[in-house]
């Protein structure tokens, strides 16, 4: 394959023109790394190497202006907004920016067009003048402030651009505009300078003008790089701007086109391939390389329609691609780092001295932090994390976190103290939190090269931004700043180095201009991002832009056409990658590119739909085998005793009574915003306590009870602070939760009452009793014990009643049962039966119970007639005939069940499996 480039250098070899003295002007640095190379093989003697500049340094020459960047084209635009607006309908800088960098747009294109600021922005103020919404005469104020900002926007434009001239700068349009008004002092003052134009396509009017000036004064020649089937395809958007500038060009009116070349039509193997999601044409991509020959990753491109996917493929590349150069940049805002500085500035956002745990553990979880946090064995950031969620704190005081911190809290300062939304104190904070990042990642540089290449950057744009604002004081507030940094960062990128003609090329869409690859692997190529759609981002209006010669969408879609079909030109070999799952965010369904592809039906094209394998594997229950290490345990866990809630949870699922008992495993403990139902439950047993503990042994009076109501209030509340420990209860559901808690005791209380009123006695036996028997299992070589705690015990009418405390909903047939082995099967429907008898089968153990004997639950959120909920025994399901009184009877019965779940934990031939658990 002979590439563009190489063609055009030996036809201006056949011309025996000295290449010395040319001046050769491309769209890209790129090309011009590449025309180098091509030189260098193609010019057998030594000769000093031509001028090779990219079109935008030629018109910078030709301007006499540099550029500016656009944080600096802002600031000075508000300079000149402010001199020409009244102080009292002044925006500030933070609501200017918004529109102020949309009507920077704008300039740019009016400039580059060559099209007269005032006829179209006395155009534009017309059309508001008709089509504002106001139907009455007397005009209101806005409408006045609506067309006065229309009005104005010549004077913008005008004041703007001759402060940029006084200060030799620019924005892109201007210098354009300015290098038209240039051309004709350069041609005086290079009378026999040649240039050499290669490899345009989409021209704005001013370089139209500057080239058709050269040509004309036989200063220039140009190369186009079209192919017959798009220039004589008079719908083709391929060949739309050199079919107007063959048309159009007086040059063109006695002299040929070079070149409209034939390659196109030669045979090419073209796949398109349906990949779904982002991540899956990535992994496609690696896989498709992996399979080319070595030879031809030299010669092949891969060329990113999404450039955001450029860190997830060099993640996919395989490990026989041994160069890679990357022509774009990786856009700073992907790096690491960049997370970490938009949660400084979110902590900053609604800072009142008391920051939100979440925001607070996020900065101090965050990677770049951790190392700098730890001081030899003691991580400081970990440690105010746990402060933070054993002591339920939601929010937290800078202080505090700086007492936390030990010998840190200088870098917690640098990370929480507020900027009191003063940007100068802002920069200062950033800059030294940079510097003090720097200085932890240089203790072994060599390990950190990389991050600290992200901090340099990072730095960079902060000083920057300082710069600026030193020099205009524009940004008064650190809302400010973050919309400038999030706009600055957006367009800043990390580029990389490498050697530019070597190895597997990987680039953007624009990157790829004039450059010519075997082998071509396209992304993304999808609507919505190949070619990017309709979008428009300006002031100007669609008919007011068709009107002036402006671009619209339709150019800008013909552009990237182009650039698709011109890598396709000398290709052999071609893969159209694109996205089977589209969404708004990521482009649309697959690009028109493909469906012309189809219906020229120049090439046959082979289409694959790429699916991951999935393989089908059925869910399998986890299973712990029990190891003599596990058995031990076990043994342990034994002697010192089982407890019925342990008990219960191995019945619900034994892998939770594995990792809870056997590994010992706690559930990770979480900062409660909301009260926890655990928690409320603590507190309303711990109150319930601190009532009745003075009445034990005695029989309750209805004055007793009374005395009780009056307490509600202090107590709960005191409890919920033991409990919920620094958690806010004053507001929100917490405060309705405290408030439901009181209603639930007082609701009780007040059932109590009922029921002495209504003639019948409770008298308070014992409460929170602690009780630990031993269980006689003759089948295991080691002792069982059973121990746990029981709620209330208390006489009713003589009967002895073994109370359970829930204060989740608990209906009648969750305390009853039809057949014993079901008791330590169904957890959902026993386990408040099994906890109940537990209960009794111990105190039976421990104590003679000559009364009647009854063992229920009180559920708080039941609290409906009997409000004692009995443990009963039935007939059958459907029996309304049970016996709910605890006989030996009864207590033989679950002494049986619990021999034998005791024996089926303990036994070494019975794994731990997992059950589903709802």
């Keep these: 394959m002979r590439s563009f480039l190489q063609e055009v250098i030996d036809d201006i070899q056949k011309k025996e023109q000295d290449i010395s003295q040319l001046t050769f002007i ?89 099209i007269d600021p005032d006829h179209i922005f006395d155009y534009l103020k017309s059309i508001k003048e008709i089509n504002h919404w106001s139907l009455s005469e007397e005009q209101t104020p806005y409408i006045k402030n609506y067309l006065a900002f229309w009005n104005r926007l010549k004077v913008y434009y005008k004041a703007f651009r001759e402060a940029l001239i006084q200060n030799k700068k620019g924005y892109q349009g201007l210098v354009y505009k300015e290098a038209v008004n240039g051309v004709t002092p350069y041609v005086l003052s290079n009378p026999g300078k040649k240039h050499i134009f290669i490899g345009f396509n989409a021209l704005n009017k001013a370089e139209e003008h500057i080239i058709q000036e050269l040509l004309q004064q036989d200063l220039a020649s140009i190369y186009w790089d079209i192919d017959t089937t798009f220039i004589n395809n008079p719908i083709h958007d391929a060949g739309l701007f050199i079919r107007q500038h063959l048309k159009s060009w007086r040059y063109f009116e006695t002299n040929d086109m070079r070149w409209i070349g034939d390659n196109y039509r030669t045979e090419k193997n073209i796949h398109t391939i349906a990949v779904p999601k982002n991540i899956g044409q990535v992994k496609y991509i690696g896989q498709l390389l992996d399979s080319l020959p070595m030879s031809d990753l030299k010669k092949t ?144 540089k060599t390990k950190n090269l990389l991050a600290l290449e992200y901090l340099y950057r990072f730095n960079q744009i902060f000083n920057e ?74 002031f100007i209006p669609y008919d007011v832009k068709l009107e002036n010669g402006l671009p619209t969408f339709k150019e800008k879609d013909a552009v990237y056409t182009y650039h698709f079909y011109r890598l396709l030109q000398r290709a052999k070999n071609v893969y159209v990658i694109y996205n089977t799952e589209p969404d708004v965010l990521n482009g649309g369904e697959k690009s028109r590119f493909i469906t012309q592809l189809q219906v020229e039906n120049l090439h046959n094209i082979k289409h694959s739909i790429i699916v991951p394998k999935v393989e089908v594997a059925q869910k399998l ?131 109590e009452l009922e029921t002495l009123k209504a003639g019948h006695e409770i008298k308070i036996i014992d409460l929170e009793k602690e009780l630990d028997i031993a269980v ?64 009794a089968y111990m105190l039976s153990e421990t104590e003679h119970l000559s009364n009647p004997v009854e063992a229920g639950v009180i559920s708080f959120k039941n609290l409906q007639g009997d409000y004692f909920l009995k443990f009963g025994k039935k007939s059958a399901a459907r029996s309304r005939d049970k016996d709910q009184t605890i006989t030996k009877d009864t207590l033989d019965h679950f002494y049986e069940e619990l021999k034998k779940l005791i024996l089926e934990i303990c036994d070494p031939e019975i794994d731990f499996i997992e059950k589903d658990v709802d």
């Design 621 to 751: 229950p986890k299973v712990i085998k029990k190891t003599a290490g596990i058995m031990t345990r076990l043994q342990e866990i034994a002697n010192s005793g089982f407890s019925p809630s342990s008990l219960t949870n191995y019945i619900r699922n034994p892998l939770d009574f594995y990792y809870q008992k056997v590994l010992r495993i706690q559930s990770f403990e979480d900062v409660e915003e909301t009260v926890a139902a655990n928690t409320m439950g603590s507190v309303i047993h711990q109150t319930l306590e601190d009532f009745y503990t003075p009445y034990k042994g005695q029989l309750l009076t209805e004055a007793d009870l009374e005395k009780m109501k009056t307490l509600i209030n202090g107590s709960v509340t005191h409890h919920f602070k033991e409990f919920y420990k620094e958690g806010d209860m004053t507001k929100g559901k917490n405060l309705i939760i405290l408030e439901v808690a009181k209603r639930y005791i007082s609701n009780f209380i007040n059932k």
């Design 465 to 538: 931004l300082q710069h600026y604002n030193t020099k205009y004081n524009f940004i008064s507030n650190s809302t400010t700043l973050y919309h400038l940094y999030k706009e600055l960062l957006g367009n800043e990128t990390l580029d990389f180095k490498g050697e530019p003609l070597q190895g597997l090329q990987i680039m953007g869409m624009l990157e790829s201009r004039v450059l010519d690859f075997e082998t071509v692997i396209i992304s993304s190529v999808n609507e919505g991002i190949l070619p990017a759609g309709k979008s428009s981002n300006s």
């Design 301 to 444: 491109a891969v060329v990113l329609g999404d450039e955001t996917l450029l860190m997830p493929l060099l993640n996919s590349i395989p490990q026989k691609v041994e160069a890679i150069n990357i022509t774009m940049g990786l856009p700073l805002k992907s790096v690491p780092l960049a997370s970490l500085f938009d949660l400084v500035f979110k902590i900053q956002k609604n800072h009142d001295n008391r920051l939100y745990y979440k925001d607070v553990v996020a900065v101090l979880s965050h990677a770049s932090i951790q190392s700098v946090l730890t001081d030899e064995t003691i991580n400081y950031g970990n440690q105010i994390i746990n402060h933070i969620q054993s002591n339920n704190i939601v929010t937290i005081s800078v202080e505090k976190l700086k007492a936390l911190a030990g010998t840190k809290h200088e870098i917690v300062g640098l990370l929480f103290q507020s900027w009191e939304n003063n940007s100068d104190k802002a920069f200062t904070n950033l800059l030294q939190l940079i510097l003090t990042l720097k200085a932890h990642l240089d203790i072994e």
């Design 776 to 839: 006689e299992v003759p089948e295991l070589d080691f002792k069982v014990r059973l121990k746990g705690t029981v709620d209330r015990i208390d006489e009713f009418n003589g009967t002895l009643r073994i109370i359970d405390y829930k204060t989740g909903k608990v209906n009648q047939g969750q305390v009853e049962i039809v057949d014993w082995e079901d008791i330590t099967l169904d957890y959902n429907k026993y386990s408040k039966s099994f906890q109940v008898l537990a209960y």
């Design 26 to 114: 491309l769209p890209s640095k790129r090309a011009g790394t590449f025309l180098k190379d091509i030189l260098s093989h193609s010019i057998k003697q030594t000769l000093f190497a031509p001028d090779i500049l990219s079109i935008e340094e030629f018109v910078e020459g030709l301007s006499h202006l540099s550029y500016a960047s656009n944080t600096e084209l802002l600031f000075e635009f508000y300079l000149v907004y402010k001199k020409l607006t009244s102080e009292p309908q002044q925006e500030t800088f933070d609501q200017f920016s918004k529109w102020g960098q949309l009507l920077l747009q704008d300039f740019n294109e009016i400039d580059r067009y060559l």
